[in-house]
């Protein structure tokens, strides 16, 4: 493995796709420079929105011919219970879309918890329960269901507004970005991964040097990428010790990356 780019975001589900939010937060790095914050586009919001950090990240990794990993921290996927409860096929990207149409949180003015409530649409046809963990939630030990709302550091409402835009950023991007594991637990050579991470594993390896918690989480992705990546680290991290099946499962759950 050998990126020349490290980009770390910090997300959140409140609000809706083009709220200015505090808790969005982007850092990125290069093999030979620390993670430095990169700031929203100049506009009058003060805070990055999900709408623009999609748009940002989409062209960046299009126009820009430098391998780059990024880590996002929300789920990438659902526990196998979600695909059998609701008869959906073993098929990622067959899931991002039917997900959409239950939960179009990627539209204008559609809050995560409107949907909950059933106020725009029938979100109730593709519910789950806080009880339902993906094998690298339980793996990571302290990560919570993405079912679990309403809880201290849970990330069940940023994974629920954050997988419309996964599936844009896929669409846009196409064979460009390879979104790992689901494309393949190998990357092809030069191309640039986007990958599920959970800063919690490794945010206290990195001192918060006067950061808030969103720019911390942020900037401790982006570096931990980065030190694995020149170290060596990497290749193991994106090689997870999994049986054959675990592995399968993994190809439809998802995988954090860096879970022991």
């Given at each position: 493995?050998?990126f020349l780019?490290?980009?770390?975001?910090?997300?959140?589900?409140?609000?809706?796709?083009?709220?200015?939010?505090?808790?969005?937060?982007?850092?990125?790095?290069?093999?030979?420079?620390?993670?430095?914050?990169?700031?929203?586009?100049?506009?009058?919001?003060?805070?990055w929105t999900?709408?623009?950090?999609?748009?940002?990240?989409?062209?960046?990794?299009?126009?820009?011919?430098?391998?780059?990993?990024?880590?996002?921290?929300?789920?990438?996927?659902?526990?196998?219970?979600?695909?059998?409860?609701?008869?959906?096929?073993?098929?990622?990207?067959?899931?991002?879309?039917?997900?959409?149409?239950?939960?179009?949180?990627?539209?204008?003015?559609?809050?995560?918890?409107?949907?909950?409530?059933?106020?725009?649409?029938?979100?109730?046809?593709?519910?789950?329960?806080?009880?339902?963990?993906?094998?690298?939630?339980?793996?990571?030990?302290?990560?919570?269901?993405?079912?679990?709302?309403?809880?201290?550091?849970?990330?069940?409402?940023?994974?629920?507004?954050?997988?419309?835009?996964?599936?844009?950023?896929?669409?846009?991007?196409?064979?460009?970005?390879?979104?790992?594991?689901?494309?393949?637990?190998?990357?092809?050579?030069?191309?640039?991964?986007?990958?599920?991470?959970?800063?919690?594993?490794?945010?206290?390896?990195?001192?918060?040097?006067?950061?808030?918690?969103?720019?911390?989480?942020?900037?401790?992705?982006?570096?931990?990428?980065?030190?694995?990546?020149?170290?060596?680290?990497?290749?193991?991290?994106?090689?997870?010790?999994?049986?054959?099946?675990?592995?399968?499962?993994?190809?439809?759950?998802?995988?954090?990356?860096?879970?022991?």
């Open positions: 493995m050998h780019r490290y980009i770390g975001i910090h997300y959140s589900g409140a609000e809706v796709p083009n709220s200015s939010l505090r808790g969005l937060r982007v850092y990125m790095a290069d093999r030979t420079a620390q993670p430095f914050e990169v700031e929203p586009p100049a506009t009058p919001r003060k805070y999900r709408a623009a950090i999609a748009a940002w990240l989409s062209e960046r990794l299009l126009q820009d011919d430098a391998a780059t990993l990024v880590g996002i921290d929300h789920g990438f996927s659902f526990p196998l219970a979600y695909f059998r409860e609701h008869r959906l096929p073993l098929d990622w990207t067959a899931f991002l879309m039917d997900f959409q149409r239950h939960w179009p949180t990627g539209e204008d003015h559609v809050y995560v918890d409107f949907v909950r409530d059933g106020v725009c649409v029938d979100a109730f046809a593709r519910f789950g329960s806080p009880r339902w963990r993906r094998l690298t939630e339980v793996r990571a030990g302290r990560s919570k269901s993405v079912f679990h709302f309403d809880a201290p550091r849970s990330v069940a409402k940023a994974t629920h507004a954050g997988l419309p835009w996964l599936l844009r950023i896929r669409r846009q991007a196409g064979d460009r970005v390879h979104f790992w594991p689901f494309d393949g637990w190998d990357v092809p050579s030069g191309r640039s991964v986007i990958a599920e991470v959970y800063p919690a594993l490794r945010s206290k390896l990195f001192p918060p040097e006067g950061l808030n918690s969103h720019q911390h989480y942020a900037r401790s992705i982006a570096e931990r990428l980065r030190e694995a990546d020149v170290n060596g680290s990497l290749i193991q991290f994106m090689s997870p010790a999994l049986s054959s099946e675990e592995r399968k499962l993994a190809e439809i759950e998802g995988w954090i990356l860096g879970a022991p």
